[in-house]
């Protein structure tokens, strides 16, 4: 029998799915601990929504394990994936900790469209104006259902 790490060697999507696993695990774990630590039915757990998050994350990291050795095969992959990846992961990282930060200062609409737009232009949509207005669409949306329709507050802001 192979060795989990032999499993991973040559796999070019190994980190990313191993990141998706662990967190994915992870949430499911918390999930049902938090769940059995009170007296409702599933139904009414606030915990359904994060274990069903939770097991579309652990699916994604199985995906990915499968897909990236196929890729590692094709192309001839024999350690690690190429050497950019890190240089987007941390990208992303920097992103999503601004995203973080600002949102309490800017608010939901503000921030959100912003850094969609970064998003983007960071994965190479352009020109620029296409990522402003399919940044500008999606926050929207995404006010409309949530905001006004499903009567979840969203981060206002301060400015």
């Given amino acids: 029998m192979k060795s989990p790490i032999s499993l991973l060697r ?82 992303f990282t920097a992103l999503v900790v601004i995203y973080y930060i600002l949102l309490p200062f800017l608010g939901f609409l503000v921030t959100n469209t912003l850094m969609l737009m970064l998003f983007f232009l960071y994965l190479g949509v352009r020109p620029w104006w296409k990522a402003f207005l399919f940044s500008g669409a999606f926050t929207y949306l995404t006010h409309v259902v949530f905001q006004l329709l499903l009567h979840v507050r969203l981060p206002q802001g301060v400015l």
């Fill in 10 to 91: 040559g796999n070019v999507h190994a980190g990313e799915s191993l990141v998706f696993g662990t967190l994915g695990v992870s949430l499911f774990v918390y999930s049902l601990y938090s769940h059995y630590q009170e007296d409702v039915p599933w139904k009414l757990s606030p915990y359904l929504f994060p274990l069903f998050i939770a097991l579309s994350l652990i699916l994604v990291a199985i995906a990915m394990l499968i897909q990236g050795k196929k890729k590692g095969e094709e192309i001839g992959v024999s350690g690690a994936a190429s050497a950019g990846m890190p240089k987007k992961v941390i990208g």
